[in-house]
Antibody, heavy 116, light 107 residues
């Protein structure tokens, strides 16, 4: 059974940084593109970033490019999202998702709140 | 960016009734359209992929149809556990997937 467990969310001040992690199990982690998707009441579900199975290629939404960095450790089956220069509109639930043509499995999400 | 518009925003029905949810794209996405169900406090769950294929473990009362820019999710006979929010999502523009704004299915 695929399991994705996010951690690292919390309250951070504007301009601050936060690292989210996602621990994966139940599948061959390095064979899958992995993504971060966030959800807010106002903007709904929004793709944030993706990384190929090898970790060689990364992609970012325009809204986070230059501020967020996605990475993975295939020896530990973990996915990370380093978020910096955080803004109020980054406040959201962040989900990691396994991608197999579409988002086939999701974690339970971790809440990030950017506020002073 | 491919924008997906779902209708209606809210659908009020009773158990046993048939539900029809719509998703329209601003350009053709071929059949690269998925549907998700989300219940309060939970992550989205994949129901349908590539317009008409049920994901593993999804009951047969859920079906998807359409191609190009117009898609439909049908729930043939609503069960109490089906009342939730439903989202469509396109994967035609990898990896810049986009989602619709959701349809709330309420009793």
């Amino acid at each position: 059974e695929v399991q994705l467990v996010e951690s690292g969310g919390g309250l951070v001040q504007p301009g601050g940084s936060l690292r989210l992690s996602c621990a994966a199990s139940g599948f061959s982690f390095n064979s899958y593109v992995m993504s971060w998707v966030r959800q807010t009441p106002g903007k709904g579900l929004e793709w944030v970033s993706s990384i190929t199975g090898s970790g060689e290629t990364t992609f970012y939404a325009d809204s986070v490019k230059g501020r967020f960095t996605i990475s993975r450790d295939n020896s530990k089956d973990t996915l990370d999202l380093l978020m910096s220069s955080l803004r109020g509109d980054d406040t959201a639930i962040y989900y990691c998702a396994q991608e197999a043509g579409t988002y086939t499995s999701w974690g339970q999400g971790t809440l990030v709140t950017v506020s002073s | 960016e491919i924008v997906l518009t779902q209708s209606p925003a809210t659908l009020s029905l009773s158990p046993g009734e048939r539900a029809t949810l719509s998703c329209r794209a601003t350009q053709s996405v071929s059949n690269y359209l998925a549907w998700y169900q989300q219940k309060p406090g939970q992550a989205p769950r994949l129901l349908i992929y590539d317009a008409s294929n049920r994901a593993t473990g999804i009951p047969a009362r859920f079906s998807g149809s359409g191609s190009g820019a117009d898609f439909t999710l049908t729930i043939s006979s609503l069960e109490p556990e089906d009342f939730a929010v439903y989202y469509c999502q396109q994967r035609a523009n990898w990896p810049r997937y986009t989602f619709g704004q959701g349809t709330k299915l309420e009793i």
